[in-house]
């Protein structure tokens, strides 16, 4: 069965995969994520475009096509997203 | 024994809920994730509802020096920490307070049957019970899930303060047993088993961002 994800944890695994699992040290293209993330073009696009304005990733100019990097913020919320959703988890919740 | 056991009870679950509640906030202000801001709510509410019954001992003890603490001030605690127990429940996707499937209804009515129509009290605790035991149930699926070990102290605490809920409640019947101490001693034990995953919460390594919304 399909496991639903929120869309916190929508954006912690495109953050997780942007910092842990590059393609090359340019940064991550918008096909490599939706593969990796497993979600369609248009969604997001919408959730990359909301992440760069927050300043979560860096969009990357490379060889003509976008690419994005984890930002120092970006990190930040990852390494607080990780630790509070094990903290919901122990109340059996998911954040 | 009881004067001191209920001091004990009620500053323990006023620093355990403020823990918990603070951790919640924490999370939510970092994460922006609304389950840490409902958690938030139901810790607080959970932890101002022992200390308004604690503070009315307090003062019944060193200013009024009446006997027995006022009946609305213990009422008005139980009802603010029902509401932090509901948070936890609505947590967990609870839709209603009387769930549409018949046999739910009726198991949900039945405490509301059982108390006193006069002492609203008895109704709150009531309610604590059914909200706590739903908690502690869902929790305990969700360990099932996950294999989340911190599921299980949570589940725990849960299920322990929904005896001593139920325990309290039935020390109403025999008012001179021993069942009223023995469920203070639940609840302080079901206290200490919800904080024992929270104080594991790595909180020194966050770093904040006012920036952040």
Not at chain 2, 79 to 103: E, M, N
Request: no cysteine.
């Amino acid at each position: 069965m399909a496991e639903y994800r929120t869309h916190m944890k929508i954006i912690g695994d495109i953050l997780s995969t942007t910092r842990d699992d590059l393609q090359d040290e340019d940064g991550a293209t918008v096909t490599y994520l939706i593969r990796k993330a497993n979600i369609s073009h248009s969604r997001i696009s919408r959730i990359l475009k909301t992440l760069v304005s927050q300043g979560l990733l860096e969009k990357v100019d490379s060889q003509g096509s976008n690419k994005y990097k984890i930002s120092q913020t970006g990190r930040e919320f990852l390494q607080a997203y990780k630790t509070f959703s094990g903290f919901a988890t122990n109340f059996g919740l998911t954040i | 024994m009881e004067f001191l056991l209920e001091n004990i009870l009620n500053l323990v679950g006023f620093l355990v809920g403020l823990s918990i509640g603070i951790v919640s906030a924490i999370g939510f202000r970092n994460t922006g994730s609304p389950t840490l801001f409902r958690l938030a709510i139901a810790f607080f509410s959970i932890s101002i509802g022992f200390f308004v019954i604690w503070a009315g001992y307090m003062i019944e003890d060193f200013v009024i020096q009446s006997g027995s603490v006022e009946r609305w001030i213990q009422t008005l605690g139980i009802a603010i920490q029902t509401v932090g127990y509901f948070f936890i429940a609505f947590s967990h996707s609870i839709k209603s307070l009387f769930p549409k499937s018949k046999y739910f209804r009726s198991v949900g009515m039945v405490p509301l049957f059982l108390v006193s129509s006069v002492q609203i009290e008895h109704i709150f605790r009531s309610v604590s019970f059914i909200l706590l035991a739903y908690g502690a149930i869902e929790t305990i699926l969700s360990y099932f899930e996950n294999r989340n070990k911190g599921a299980i102290s949570v589940a725990t605490g849960l299920s322990l303060l929904a005896l001593g809920e139920f325990v309290g409640w039935y020390s109403f019947v025999f008012p001179e047993s021993i069942l009223y101490v023995a469920s203070m001693v639940i609840k302080i034990g079901g206290l200490i088993a919800l904080f024992i995953p929270v104080s594991k919460v790595p909180l020194t390594k966050i770093k904040f961002d006012d920036n952040f919304d």
